[in-house]
DNA sequence: GTGGTCTAGACCACG
DNA sequence: GTGGTCTAGACCACT
């Protein structure tokens, strides 16, 4: 179920939390249902078990899960609990990132919207 | 006509190289043309000269300047050193990494595609 | 394994840079291996680390190695990133200087080409 | 009869003085001959006054001129006034930064020399 | 004045 | 522990 880039400029914590908080949008999780633990989503994935507890302290820091001890992670149903405001502003840090560094590679508008637009019809492929 | 935002997820010395880029690609400045001085550029924006120099390190290393000691730094007219496959490559990787981060913030395709052309939109203002 | 000479006419940074590089094309390097980290390499040349930060983005910029933050600097297993016709300009213009200086210095062809045969056999003595 | 070649790594005065040099070598230029003025030369290669100056003292330093308060400067005959053990030294280092130069450019011993004697051949060419 | 290199030491994010 | 960025300040060579 998951699926980790190495060579991707986000770390590899980002990209397990973002996994699992897109699976949540998509319904494909639900309220309740249970997490695999650290140590098994670890080894799964071949990844460090403390960037595991990094993914898994960042969802539950936003509210997408919580915890119980001795049983395990579970999801909440939230997709977030930060406010929009905060989650605009947060998109908007994002996006001029991407513009400037699309700049640099010597793209315009309307390329950096196509290219976008590609990786969103991508990223719903890989997911279904 | 430079401006830093240090609050910006974008290192500094992206931010010079990436208008300097942009300034090229706007045909705003042209084969030959001189660029401030390390020196100068630094007192100009009050980062380090240190700054001022990886960014025209960054700026050298991809073709976009070339500089002659004692003399000065000066346009290429060069957009870019990259072949268009590399390009594309690392914009893709780039906006993987904007998906990525966005639906993990919430937000659905449109709403990434508009906060892009939002900030695209933006970003034209500030140049001219 | 690795030797800088601080009288040389070649400056730290590119000593470093050029012993990894020639690693690599003699094998001893090979994809994947993994490069004495920053701090590390720094305290066994008694280098300043941004020197070898220096180093290690030159050599990242011409492909020869790849970094992953949190984990450490690797070997792609290219030599360079650059075409060979490009490779083959930048050996001319450090030849045409070599033959400018030898001049200067009143010596002749003959004398040049022995000159050059000597450091060249220096340099495979000290690599191995 | 002067080229210079701004793209060289090798500085301005040092293509000077190498050139005079050689003209010297080669019996262009004979015990007594009067070199051009700084003014003239300086108009002629269109380069900075400062730059002759200091080739010509460079040359002067060298033993290869002499200058005469008014009157310009001359030919000594001599092409050089430095001993053979300290040419020879230079010349190592000379070489030495060539094949560390040459070797991260990925090429290897044989076709260093064999840039370097196209090189000779060049330089040959250009000044008859 | 210009760029080029180096040291020293700080703070941050990732694994 | 790892790399990434930035500041401060020094010394050198070239125009």
Not at 28 to 49: C, F, I, W
Not at 66 to 95: D, H, Q, S, V, W
């Amino acid at each position: 179920m998951f699926r980790i880039n190495p060579q991707s400029p986000d770390p590899i914590f980002q990209q397990l939390a973002s996994q699992v908080m897109e699976a949540v949008a998509r319904g494909q999780l639900k309220e309740g249902d249970k997490l695999p633990s650290v140590r098994e989503l670890a080894r799964e994935t071949t990844v460090n078990p403390n960037t595991v507890v990094k993914a898994y302290d960042t969802l539950e820091r936003d509210g997408v899960i919580y915890r119980r001890r001795g049983a395990g992670c579970f999801i909440t149903g939230k997709t977030t609990n930060l406010a929009l405001p905060e989650r605009r502003k947060r998109l908007a840090k994002l996006m001029e990132k991407a513009v400037n560094d699309g700049i640099y590679l010597g793209f315009d508008g309307p390329a950096l919207l196509a290219a976008l637009e590609e990786q969103i019809k991508k990223n719903r492929k890989q997911s279904s």
